[in-house]
């Protein structure tokens, strides 16, 4: 579905950018990283599970659809505002991340949710990091 919505721009001549195309994708693995976490933290052990952040159905639903929404609003907005989007939307919900990382290190060090939500933060960092690159005014 993501590479048919950057088809889709790519005919319409919105005028993506390398940054663009390479953030909008890092958006969609942060979805599918959100998932694995999410499923690994909903099949772990209840005494666990009661105690993990981000587990709840209505969690996971709101933070997929963010996840979802950005990445659309990175096909579609202008460089200038794609870059001030990216680097707060990511600032904001890589804290969160982070936090969700810390805490779900601090129930269960070994559960396999940890490694899921490391990747989903690794993944927020380098979108920050792309966003950074972006020109600040389009050309």
């Known amino acids: 579905m993501g590479v048919r919505m950057i088809e ?18 890092l958006w969609l693995l942060g979805v599918l990283a959100f998932s694995g976490y999410a499923y690994f933290g909903i099949n772990e052990i209840p005494v666990y599970r009661s105690n993990i ?26 460089d200038s505002l794609n870059r001030s989007l990216n680097i707060i939307a990511e600032s904001l919900l890589g804290f969160g991340f982070l936090a ?7 129930v269960n060090l070994s ?13 927020m960092i380098i979108i920050i990091v792309f966003a950074y690159r972006m020109p600040k005014t389009q050309k």
Not at 8 to 25: C, S, Y
Not at 111 to 123: A, D, F, P, S
Request: hydrophobic share 55%; net charge positive; glycine share 6%.
């Open 100 to 106: 969700a990382l810390v805490d779900g290190m601090d």
């Open 53 to 78: 952040s981000l587990v709840t159905s209505q969690e996971i639903a709101t933070v997929s659809i963010l996840l979802i929404i950005f990445a659309v609003l990175s096909l579609i907005l202008k």
């Open 111 to 123: 559960g396999i949710y940890n490694v899921m939500m490391g990747i989903e933060v690794t993944i």
């Open 8 to 25: 889709f721009f790519m005919k319409k001549k919105v005028g993506l950018t390398q940054n663009n195309k390479k953030i909008v994708i």
